[in-house]
């Protein structure tokens, strides 16, 4: 059986792709069965869901994955009747000069709709200070005005670009040459630094008008909500101290409870590997990562008088995991995906306090087993170990208003007083500081080693993860017939 992202009748390799440039409202997914011909099998199951105007890899994530799991259920534990597929419309790939973007005749809608069909996977084709390169997250921007074509305004390395009707911003792009990788937009254009101006726009700053903005810290009925959407989940060393900065700011403010959100896509990924390939020296910028992670991640712990909760709505990994652990609860919607470990990144040792937290929560017998394992866990594998508090939510909008009430619940019971009062003791304790101190010191030992010494095997998976070269062989810890035939087990 294959599992279609699109309807019945839908046939083609780039299902999604289309279904955005045309504007469908309603899309779906289909399994059906294999057969010589494309996609022309009998169906199985199928389902449709209402088509979000949004990028290709989020809607994939989301409905198209949601869909694709009720489908493969009800095939497994139903009595499906296959029928035979009437019609079709057969689609070929979208190439490139259907991606492209003519900032002289697309409008932001049309620039919005061909880089979201194209993200994360090939890019959209456009042309910026005369470079062609391929775009990347895009948003719509309300006020600023530019000539088509023009780069009229920078923020957190993203470009505002002028539209036929409006502008755009672009946060991502990627150089044409093979080797290229997908880098943010400033970092490949740096001429523009001093050329145009630079709107910062503060995440706690309100605005009424479209705009990007990378993170975004609300408040509501004592909770301060914190927003960080880093693309792919990814933290370089400049977004962790801008996150770092919102961080502190929601630390003086009068609430009693501080809320991580992530995104709807990721929660956290750890630190950007990209960026880190692209620096002029890997080792010492991922040192400068690693630590910008660490002192956001010890601003969290250090946190004696609120309350922190993450509350992942996307998928998290790494060092974006024991960035959520770092919280006094974790919670995370049905649906999401965690990694929690490092070694497939060349044996990494990890650091982000995990040999304070993890412990903690799991209890010392299982950090190997959930370390060494290398394998995802889902929501609620997650939940039954230990590793977070609950799981609960099918949608992102309906993860965050339950998570809303249970917060909301907890700060106005009884036994909130006291728990921020235990909570105080303890950050405070001597004690708990040495052992805080103790931990990151030792992390960040092993870490060094891995970026400066003479084992290269973090260097050399990194550049083969951030250049997209495929494994040799499947790795031992999934191939676990190679295992049993070993008498490994």
Not at 65 to 82: S, W
Request: proline share 6%.
């Amino acid at each position: 059986l294959v599992i279609h992202p699109g309807p019945p009748g839908d046939r083609g390799p780039s299902a999604l792709d289309w279904a955005i440039l045309r504007g469908e409202r309603v899309w779906g997914v289909t399994l059906l069965e294999a057969t010589e011909e494309y996609d022309a099998g009998d169906v199985w199951v199928h389902r449709t869901f209402p088509m979000r105007f949004g990028r290709k890899s989020s809607v994939y994530r989301n409905e198209v994955t949601e869909a694709a799991v009720e489908c493969v259920l009800e095939a497994v534990e139903g009595d499906p009747k296959p029928e035979p597929q009437s019609g079709g419309v057969w689609n070929p790939p979208v190439g490139d000069e259907l991606r492209r973007i003519d900032w002289e005749r697309d409008g932001t809608g049309d620039v919005l709709r061909k880089v979201y069909a194209s993200d994360s996977q090939p890019g959209a084709p456009g042309v910026l200070l005369g470079r062609e390169l391929y775009l990347y997250n895009a948003f719509p921007e309300g006020r600023l005005r530019g000539s088509p074509g023009e780069i009229i305004a920078v923020r957190d390395e993203a470009v505002c670009v002028g539209t036929a009707d409006g502008a755009v911003w672009i946060t991502h792009v990627r150089e044409k040459e093979k080797r290229a990788i997908k880098l943010p937009a400033l970092r490949v254009l740096p001429e523009l630094r001093g050329r145009v101006p630079e709107l910062d726009l503060d995440p706690w700053e309100d605005t009424d008008a479209e705009t990007y903005r990378e993170i975004l810290y609300e408040e509501e009925r004592g909770i301060g909500y914190i927003h960080f959407r880093f693309y792919n989940g990814a933290m370089s060393t400049e977004q962790c101290l801008r996150l770092l900065r919102t961080v502190r700011h929601a630390k003086r403010r009068p609430v009693k409870a501080l809320v991580l959100l992530g995104q709807e896509d990721f929660f956290s990924n750890g630190m950007n590997l990209n960026t880190i390939e692209n620096a002029e020296s890997p080792a010492e910028e991922s040192w400068r990562n690693i630590r910008a992670m660490d002192d956001l991640c010890e601003e969290i712990l250090k946190t004696s008088d609120k309350l922190t909760v993450a509350g992942m709505q996307g998928n998290a990994g790494a060092g974006g995991v024991f960035l959520a652990l770092t919280c006094d609860l974790v919670f995370a919607r049905e649906g999401v995906v965690l990694n929690p470990h490092y070694r497939n990144m060349g044996n990494l040792y990890g650091s982000e306090f995990w040999t304070y937290t993890l412990p903690r929560r799991v209890g010392e017998e299982r950090v190997g087993e959930i370390m060494g394992g290398r394998l995802p866990l889902s929501a609620t594998k997650a939940r039954d170990t230990g590793l977070i508090d609950d799981c609960f939510g099918k949608t992102p909008a309906e993860f965050r208003r339950k998570l809303r009430e249970k917060i909301e619940s907890f700060i106005d019971s009884p036994h909130f007083a006291k728990f921020v009062e235990e909570k105080r003791r303890e950050r405070e304790d001597p004690r708990w500081l040495k052992e805080i101190k103790r931990c990151r010191e030792e992390e960040l030992r092993r870490m060094r080693l891995s970026f400066y010494g003479f084992d290269t095997s973090y260097h050399i998976a990194r550049y083969y993860f951030v250049h997209r070269h495929p494994h040799f062989r499947t790795p031992p810890y999934l191939a676990v017939h190679r295992r049993l035939r070993s008498g490994s087990f």
